[in-house]
């Protein structure tokens, strides 16, 4: 694990990406993002 004052380098790299969809229930949207404000995530 990282220490609270040990420098983090991020290398992003270009790669290709490609767009993609998917069919998600409304239901299972609605408590993903209810699990994630509990857990403080956007």
Known sequence: MNQPNEATILNIKHRPSE???ISIPKDTI???K???NNQDMS
């Open 34 to 36: 209810k699990i994630a």
């Open 19 to 21: 767009d993609v969809s």
């Open 30 to 32: 609605e408590s993903l």
